[in-house]
């Protein structure tokens, strides 16, 4: 890991909200391809997944999710739930961001792929009782658009379509569809 990507993660801590933002911009950008010192901050990120401050827990479920492609050992098959769990945060923008970068997860490995698709599906069937399940599903449905235009699996778009075609409430469907640029 070089100095650069050291300090990034230092000040992405940091009390100075600008300083923190920018490190966060800069360690996303980073991750956005395969690094080889994914090892160097994993556990540190896994710990900071409980973290008292919210954006610390945010950060981290995103910068877990983008080094799920730098991977080989896969330790994101045993991390998966805990990564998972942000998802579901007691702070909703938390929850939120989390679940939006959790699709990267799927592009570590074909079966990383399938656990990402096991999770958003089924929290899409049984999530009709959490507050914002609306939104929830819309970004389960985002993730899914996401993770085809990355791998071009057509597994995921029928999925995708399958979960749309269980939502009762037309306005919601049309909503989703558009996701995909259908009509109803």
């Known amino acids: 890991m070089d100095r650069e990507i050291k300090e990034a993660f230092i000040k992405s ?3 100075d909200k600008q300083e ?6 800069y360690i996303l ?10 090892y160097e901050v994993w556990d540190d990120l896994l710990d900071d997944l409980t973290d008292k401050d919210n954006h610390q827990r945010s950060r981290s479920a995103q ?5 799920a492609k730098s991977d080989p050992e896969n330790r994101m098959l045993t991390d998966l739930p805990r990564l998972w769990e942000v998802t579901k945060d007691e702070k909703f923008v938390t929850a939120r961001h989390s679940l939006q970068s959790f699709w990267k997860v799927g592009l570590g490995g074909a079966e990383q792929k399938d656990l990402v698709m096991e999770f958003m599906a089924e929290r899409f069937k049984k999530g009709i009782d959490e507050k914002n399940h609306t939104l929830i599903r819309f970004d389960i449905l985002q993730n899914m658009k996401q993770l085809y235009n990355q791998l071009d699996d057509e ?4 999925t995708a379509m399958d979960l749309i075609e269980t939502v009762k409430d037309d306005k919601y469907k049309k909503k989703y569809k558009t996701i995909w640029k259908m009509k109803i």
Do not use: F, P
Not at 29 to 38: C, G, L
């Open 13 to 15: 801590k940091s009390k």
């Open 20 to 25: 923190s933002y920018e490190a966060y911009q």
């Open 29 to 38: 950008q980073a991750t956005e391809k395969q690094v080889d010192w994914a």
């Open 63 to 67: 910068y877990l999710a983008n080094l």
């Open 155 to 158: 597994a995921i778009k029928q």
